[in-house]
């Protein structure tokens, strides 16, 4: 199984700032990798695509870059709706294996 | 509208079955894989397994395999999770998601979601 590692657990960011969250594959998973947004009492949300490719209608300030094993999503200009949990997933195998990151918390100081 | 629409929360004793949906319409529902994640309270998501509509081909993630029975019926635009047995460890909620289509991987992740079904087992 491919394990996936998030970090921070939790970032306390200003609005206006630059958030970098991490994702670490412990093996190679190519580009196929996602992100994910997930606010309370909601369905996760699809960001990113392929490592860095943005989903249809998702704002420019989020963007995603990598590969093989080391993955970051960027919130370029954090604003107050951009509060939520983050989760980076693999879909590298097929059959599929694929597996989730553990998530990032995201926090508006 | 594009949607992803889940039966709604159920509340079970241990032992009981169960069997929760989730319906697709909006697009051409046989032509996109339908996955299932667990969310346990307070906690992350957890990929369980997935079918093709088309011919009901089901793959499941291997903690799952065994222990939930995913299935579809195509004229009804719908897939299912089904427990034969509830535990109280069932308890979380579960989403649906459709795997995005196209042959190159790199677009395979879930590009829609349905708004999940909260699951409660207790005695």
């Known amino acids: 199984e491919t394990v996936m590692t998030q970090s921070p657990a939790t970032l306390s960011v200003s609005p206006g700032e630059r958030a970098t969250l991490s994702c670490r594959a412990s093996?190679?998973?190519?580009?196929?990798l996602a992100w994910y947004q997930q606010k309370p009492g909601q369905a996760p949300r699809l960001l990113i695509y392929g490592a860095s490719t943005r989903a249809t209608g998702i704002p420019a300030r989020f963007s995603g870059s990598g590969s093989g094993t080391e993955f970051a999503l960027t919130i370029s200009s954090l604003q107050s709706e951009d509060s939520a949990v983050y989760y980076c997933q693999q879909y590298h195998n097929w059959p599929p294996r694929w597996t989730f990151g553990q998530g990032t918390k995201v926090e508006i100081k | 509208e594009v949607q992803l629409v889940q039966s709604g929360a159920e509340v079970k004793k241990p032992g009981e079955s169960l069997k929760i949906s989730c319906k697709g319409s909006?697009?051409?529902?046989?032509?996109?894989?339908i996955g299932w994640v667990r969310q346990m309270p307070g906690k992350g998501l957890e990929w369980m397994g997935i079918?093709?509509?088309?011919?009901?081909?089901?793959r499941y993630s291997p903690p799952f395999q065994g222990q939930v029975t995913i299935s579809a019926d195509k004229s009804l635009s719908t897939v299912y999770l089904h427990w034969s047995s509830l535990k109280a460890s069932d308890t979380a909620i579960y989403f649906c998601?459709?795997?995005?289509?196209?042959?190159?991987?790199?677009?395979?992740?879930?590009?829609?979601w349905g708004r999940g079904t909260l699951v409660t087992v207790s005695s």
């Open positions: 909006g697009y051409s529902f046989t032509d996109y894989w």
């Open positions: 079918v093709y509509p088309d011919d009901s081909d089901i």
């Open positions: 093996q190679s998973v190519s580009s196929n």
């Open positions: 998601g459709r795997r995005a289509a196209g042959p190159a991987k790199t677009h395979w992740a879930f590009d829609l």
